[in-house]
């Protein structure tokens, strides 16, 4: 099991263009988490799917940012027009079951996609 | 409001000394705490949670609902702990974490 994958680990943009930040949960994980992590401070929530369904989105900003899980295929996270502030690290998680207390919690994060807006 | 406070960006102790992360968090209900850690180059990976009272590579973290407090102690470091140390709370039937700002833990030879 490769475990939670976010591809690309580094994506550089210029203001104004769109970043797509892909993460595949864990096999058998249905439920996928996105948080923002600018420099100097702890992670942020953005967005809470299942698939084809966004659950939470309390977390993400009101304009340019999307996020989708669809039946098949990663999870992705959309930026357009991006600018200098969205520059951080975005890191997925995933879990088997929205059920963090049951026997099978696992709320397994990936290694992150790191955006730079230059 | 939730929020999770760590006081520390960073704490540096001698190897063998005793290791107290501070954790304190705001959330009226009853929470569950997490810690996770983030070795140097790799993921962040889940260390402890409260509702399961283990002790994970001698660490061990009381949830104190008087002081609102999460504490993460270790008696005695050892060089492979150092890493960036992340307090978390869950509240309700929320499933998002929040996360505090994280602690960078070295720990000296």
């Known amino acids: 099991n490769a475990g939670v994958m976010q591809n690309p680990r580094h994506l550089v943009r210029r203001r104004g263009q769109e970043a797509r930040l892909r993460c595949s949960p864990m096999k058998g994980h249905s439920h996928v988490y996105w948080y923002r992590q600018l420099p100097e401070e702890g992670l942020k929530f953005m967005v809470y799917?299942?698939?084809?369904?966004?659950?939470?989105e309390s977390g993400m900003p009101k304009e340019r940012f999307s996020a989708e899980f669809p039946k098949e295929g990663p999870s992705i996270l959309r930026i357009q027009q991006v600018v200098r502030g969205d520059s951080a690290a975005y890191f997925c998680a995933s879990s088997p079951s929205g059920d963090y207390r049951g026997p099978k919690y696992g709320y397994t994060f990936g290694s992150g996609t790191r955006l730079t807006v230059v | 409001a939730q929020r999770v406070t760590q006081p520390e960006k960073l704490l540096s102790v001698f190897k063998g000394a005793p290791v107290e992360l501070k954790c304190n968090y705001s959330?009226?209900?009853?929470?569950?705490l997490f810690w996770y850690v983030q070795y140097s180059r790799q993921r962040l990976q889940l260390l402890l949670r409260h509702i399961s009272r283990e002790s994970i590579k001698g660490f061990t973290a009381d949830l104190n609902k008087g002081e609102t407090s999460f504490h993460l102690k270790k008696p005695f470091a050892q060089e492979e702990d150092s890493a960036m140390y992340y307090c978390?709370?869950?509240?309700?039937?929320?499933?998002?974490?929040?996360f505090g700002q994280g602690t960078r833990l070295t720990i000296n030879p």
């Open positions: 959330y009226s209900g009853s929470p569950e």
């Open positions: 799917l299942q698939k084809e369904n966004i659950i939470d």
């Open positions: 978390a709370l869950k509240g309700g039937g929320a499933q998002k974490l929040v």
